[in-house]
């Protein structure tokens, strides 16, 4: 029961370096999420994606890029590593059908940019 | 907008203490309503969920019953544990599958 996996789990950059965050899922779900949580401030929504080849931004977008090519992967981009960026990056998804369905998350990426 | 509105912690209990934990929420419609859970270094896991007004969430112990009238969703255990020691998150699913979270909550219980 795979569910949905992030790699890597951490990763450490410097100013300016770029790397993509990894999700897949292998539920079928149609909805993907990409959340960013700093200490103390819940879950703050980046970008999202209701099917593949359709994409949306969230809450705090800019810095970040997203691809949803297949059902089941929906990486994150950042382009220019920037301190602000340090945080822990969720990934999830949701069946898409019947509003009483939960998301289902990923163990995170721990990022940390210096 | 929608929101959710959390109690903010840390909350330490002794074992086998009463949890309340608060959250009221803002939204539009009529939103399915749940609580998360996160364990150190690991992402968030459902607790419990109710999707209509009177509605009430059970799981391990824990129960939370969606009050309109109130628009809360309030956590509540009657006897913790250690082993509940963790992050809790109230969240909102709007009908239009957006998800909103509160700041999260976090208990530590003693023994």
Redesign the interface.
């Known amino acids: 029961n795979a569910g949905v996996t992030q790699t890597p789990k951490f990763r450490i950059l410097k100013i300016g370096q770029s790397m993509t965050l990894q999700c897949t899922q292998d539920m079928n779900h149609n909805y993907m999420y990409w959340y960013r949580q700093d200490p103390g401030m819940g879950l703050k929504l980046i970008y999202y994606s209701v099917g593949a080849g359709i994409t949306d931004k969230g809450e705090v977008p800019n810095g970040y890029n997203v691809s949803r090519s297949t059902t089941e992967d929906f990486p994150l981009r950042l382009e220019l590593a920037a301190p602000s960026q340090t945080s822990v990056y969720f990934c999830a998804s949701l069946p898409g059908f019947g509003g009483n369905q939960p998301q289902h998350f990923g163990d995170g990426t721990r990022l940390s940019i210096l | 907008g929608d929101s959710v509105t ?1 109690m903010e912690g840390p909350v330490t209990l002794s074992e086998e203490a009463f949890l309340t934990i608060n959250c009221t929420y803002t939204a539009t419609g009529y939103p ?1 309503l ?1 609580w ?1 859970v996160q364990y150190p ?6 607790l419990l ?1 109710a ?1 209509k007004a009177d509605d009430k969430g059970s799981n391990k112990g824990f129960e939370a019953t969606y009050r309109k009238e109130t628009t809360s969703f309030h956590l509540e255990k009657g006897s913790v544990q250690v082993s509940d020691s963790a992050v809790y ?1 109230c969240a909102l ?1 709007t ?1 239009g ?3 909103y ?4 909550t976090s208990l530590t219980v003693i023994p």
């Open positions: 959390q399915s749940f998360y270094g690991e992402g968030l896991q459902l969920k999707t998150f699913r009908t599958n957006q998800f979270f509160g700041t999260g």
